[in-house]
């Protein structure tokens, strides 16, 4: 086989995953799962993509391992489509016995020829099919599944790395939203090329429920911006993990999505929560429990001069205690406030779990 056709099936099989989503989003898992099979029979490298193995493992409801075994084996992957068959909608079937569906076809086609010549061309290029790439802009999301959940995302400026770009979940605290946490730290971000989500939680309570419910919130979340790593990997490639930053009140959410854990655990597949958590000037609860997480590593600031000084000293001392990875740095004369310091620190941070060297990172 020529290197040229290695490179046209790789191709194919990107469309095949595209195709895939499309699908997924409409709620034709059948489709979704054929063109998945297909793009993997192309393309058996795919199957060491975390995406893809997170993906297969969505669709097909089974361990990720389970799910790839079961879509490269042709009759098993009939099986599972005949199944999820008949839970879908027909209405996308139908259409093919109207005469409207040639149009729509030859449509696509003429739109197809028009792009492959602007990629030919030079005119059209990975950055300019998202208009975010590069250029630090703001968007805001409802979650499909919540409408009533917004989250924000910021851009940074410049050209994704190869890998995508570092991402840091920032969770507002009492009386504020994801807008504040834009305005603290989206300059940094930009600049530093970190990709920045900010959710709003319409209310903080201490109680474990809410806590439930708000890591469930933050899978939702993860999960959405997966889906748009899978079609845009050039840009949010590497939502695979992330660095958490819980303000205040939203400290115990963070902590409790690193103790709880951010999982596929419903289909076998599980990630062992964040990548990191850091917190600024943590409120309580402290969970009194044995068992918090050890995946993550942990990094506590608080202002000298903050209320909740001494809280983050005894969340240093018992995280410290079950032996932990965790950092406590005080910030001399600060108060509640996010610093500049701190908000470089910050930075840092994110860039030393993703094993980014600080110095490429651009400054603020």
């Known amino acids: ?123 059209l290029t990975a950055n300019t099919l998202n208009p975010l790439a590069g250029k630090g802009e703001v968007e805001t999301f409802q979650l499909e599944r919540r409408p009533e959940q917004t989250y924000m995302v910021v851009a940074p400026y410049g050209t994704a790395p190869e890998n995508g770009w570092p991402t840091l979940v920032a969770v507002h605290g009492a009386g504020q939203t994801g807008q504040d946490m834009v305005d603290a730290l989206a300059e940094a971000t ?51 993990g992330a660095v958490y930053f819980g303000m205040a009140e939203g400290a115990p959410l963070v902590t409790y999505a690193a103790w709880k854990g951010l999982d596929y655990a419903e289909v076998g597949y599980t990630m062992n929560g964040p990548l990191a958590v850091a917190l600024l000037n943590g409120r309580a609860p402290l969970f009194d429990t044995a068992s918090y997480s050890l995946h993550a590593t942990y990094l506590l600031m608080y202002g000298e001069m903050a209320a909740q000084a001494g809280i983050s000293r005894d969340y240093n001392r018992r995280l410290s205690e079950q032996g932990a990875a965790v950092t406590l740095m005080q910030a001399d004369g600060a108060d509640d406030k996010l610093t500049v310091e701190q908000i470089h620190i910050l930075m840092a941070y994110v860039l030393e779990m993703y094993k980014i060297p600080t110095e490429t990172s651009s400054s603020f």
């Open 190 to 240: 930009k600049n530093t090329g970190i990709l920045l989500i900010a959710p709003t939680f319409p209310t903080l309570r201490d109680d474990n429920t809410f806590y439930e419910d708000g890591r469930s919130v933050l899978m939702l979340i993860r999960d959405e911006m997966e889906l748009k790593a899978f079609s845009q990997p050039m840009y949010y490639s590497h939502y695979m």
């Open 1 to 123: 086989m020529t290197n040229t056709s290695v490179g046209e099936r790789r191709q194919r099989a990107q469309a095949e995953c595209q195709r895939a989503l499309d699908h997924y989003q409409k709620g034709n898992r059948a489709a979704a799962l054929k063109a998945l099979g297909t793009a993997l029979d192309l393309d058996r490298s795919l199957e060491n993509d975390e995406r893809i193995q997170r993906f297969a493992a969505r669709l097909a409801g089974m361990r990720a391992a389970d799910a790839l075994a079961t879509l490269t084996d042709v009759a098993k992957r009939e099986a599972l489509i005949r199944r999820a068959g008949k839970g879908t909608n027909s209405a996308s079937t139908s259409l093919q016995s109207r005469p409207l569906w040639i149009i729509g076809i030859a449509l696509m086609f003429v739109t197809f020829i028009g792009l492959a010549w602007l990629i030919s061309s030079g005119q």
